[in-house]
């Protein structure tokens, strides 16, 4: 199965909204509510942000949101700061006993 | 607190094997599914292999079907990944991940990585 669809870049200034996109298919984001979102920053290890689509794990700000429409899920980072400049990667189930990911979002707050 | 921590990368030549391990503690091992997740350098997050809490129900990405092996012994709160016939694409950093409570497909908890080069 194929990379779920990210675009390679998003940015904003501080205290602003952004919305990143993670498009799949019918087969995987689309059929499932198993869409997760993690931020990587340089040299760490993925922190889960999102799961199940639209929960937040605790500890992780309400900034943070998730939400799914057909085949696209989206991650949006409400009052930017800059500790949230990172890596974000989509993932879901792909149906087949196998988890796709996304190929990456570099987020840059200006 | 979760502790997932991996051992046994290094550099192996083209062919050759290598075996990960995943030290678990701070929940209850048994209890949940784990997966490993590579990242090629510079690249992104691809999913190798996930394993349900008893072993019963395992799978794999296409990438590694037939060559990677996924184990896990629960007396030990260990994971292993057994990886047979490596290629120079299979350089990457390694890790294991905790599935989440009551959701098989969620990686809630991740290790700090193994770093496999495969290289003559």
């Known amino acids: 199965q194929s990379a779920l669809t990210q675009p390679p870049s998003a940015s904003g200034s501080p205290g602003q909204s952004v919305t990143i996109s993670c498009t799949g298919t019918s087969s995987d984001v689309g059929g499932y509510k198993f869409v997760s979102w993690f931020q990587q920053h340089p040299g760490k290890a993925p922190k889960l942000m999102i799961y199940e689509v639209t929960k937040r794990p605790s500890g992780v700000p309400d900034r943070f949101s998730g939400s799914k429409s057909g085949n696209t899920a989206s991650l949006t980072v409400s009052g930017l700061q800059a500790e949230d400049e990172a890596d974000y990667y989509c993932s879901s189930y792909g149906g087949s006993n196998n988890v796709i990911f996304g190929g990456g979002t570099k987020l840059t707050v200006l | 607190e979760v502790q997932l921590v991996e051992s046994g990368g290094g550099l192996v030549q083209p062919g050759r094997s290598l075996r990960l391990s995943c030290a678990a503690s701070?929940?209850?091992?048994?209890?949940?599914?784990m997966h490993w997740v590579r990242q090629a350098p510079g690249k992104g997050l691809e999913w190798v292999s996930s394993i349900s809490w008893n072993s019963d129900r395992i799978g794999y990405a296409d990438s590694v079907q037939g060559r990677f092996t996924i184990s896990r012994d629960n007396a030990e709160n260990s994971l292993y990944l057994q990886m047979n016939s490596l290629r120079a694409e299979d350089t990457a950093l390694y890790y294991c991940?905790?599935?989440?409570?009551?959701?098989?497909?969620?990686?809630?908890?991740w290790g700090q990585g193994a770093l496999v080069t495969v290289s003559s």
């Open positions: 991940a905790k599935g989440g409570a009551g959701s098989y497909w969620t990686l809630d908890y």
């Open positions: 701070g929940f209850t091992f048994d209890d949940y599914a």
